[in-house]
């Protein structure tokens, strides 16, 4: 048995406990530990700090690599809203395989979709007057670097605004922005080759959490 924390990441917040300052930026920038105050978890896998939605955290090595490990693929869903009135063709190009720079996406699910009503952005989204724009979901099985904006911006739409609703069997379902609940998992017998925690190659390193 494992616990498993879901939040739902508001836009721009670092996924990770404090900020490096990597950026250059004169201010800081809003981190995990501005909505965790759970000491010794861990994100299982990113999200990047201008996308919003599901993460995964945890203090199980095991749990976290099963999650974020690009070898067991498991599959995350995507809402994105896009420039544009979204096209069939696009829709089959996302599905079959997208060539980016550092190569071709695997097949992937892709269906047009409702808007979904999900809460207002803060700041809100930036789109020309003129222009309509259109909601995907897509599912994918990989990690590239900002892999879903490159994929639509690849097939002519370009991404204003990423939802990572689903990751396995984890939604965003009853998560308000910046808040997260507890589940319990039930782990499989346990690999034999013994999993450190933050060491799956995602870059995910253990964080304490300020605790109050």
């Known amino acids: 048995m494992a616990e498993l924390i879901l939040f739902n990441k508001p836009f721009q917040v670092l996924s990770q406990f404090t900020d490096d300052g990597a950026h250059g930026g004169a201010e800081p920038r809003a981190t995990l530990a501005d909505y965790l105050r759970i000491p010794d978890v861990y994100p299982a896998g990113r999200l990047d700090y201008d996308s919003e939605g599901l993460l995964l955290l945890t203090a199980d090595g095991a749990l976290q690599h099963r999650i974020a490990s690009p070898a067991l693929k498991m599959p995350k869903t995507y809402w994105v809203q ?80 990423l939802i990572r609703y689903r990751i396995g069997d984890w939604t965003l379902e009853g998560l308000a922005p910046g808040e997260y609940r507890r589940v319990t998992v039930n782990l499989p017998a346990s690999p034999k080759t013994k999993i450190r925690p933050g060491s799956s190659g995602t870059g995910a390193r253990p964080r304490r959490a300020k605790q109050t």
């Open 82 to 161: 896009v420039e544009g009135t979204l096209s069939d063709e696009a829709l089959e190009h996302l599905a079959a395989g997208v060539e980016l720079k550092d190569g071709k996406t695997r097949p992937a699910r892709a269906r047009k979709l409702p808007d979904p009503g999900v809460w207002p952005r803060v700041p809100p989204v930036r789109h020309r007057e003129k222009v309509p724009t259109s909601w995907l979901e897509l599912t994918i099985t990989e990690g590239k670097n900002r892999q879903v904006r490159r994929m639509t911006a690849a097939v002519g739409f370009p991404t204003l605004r």
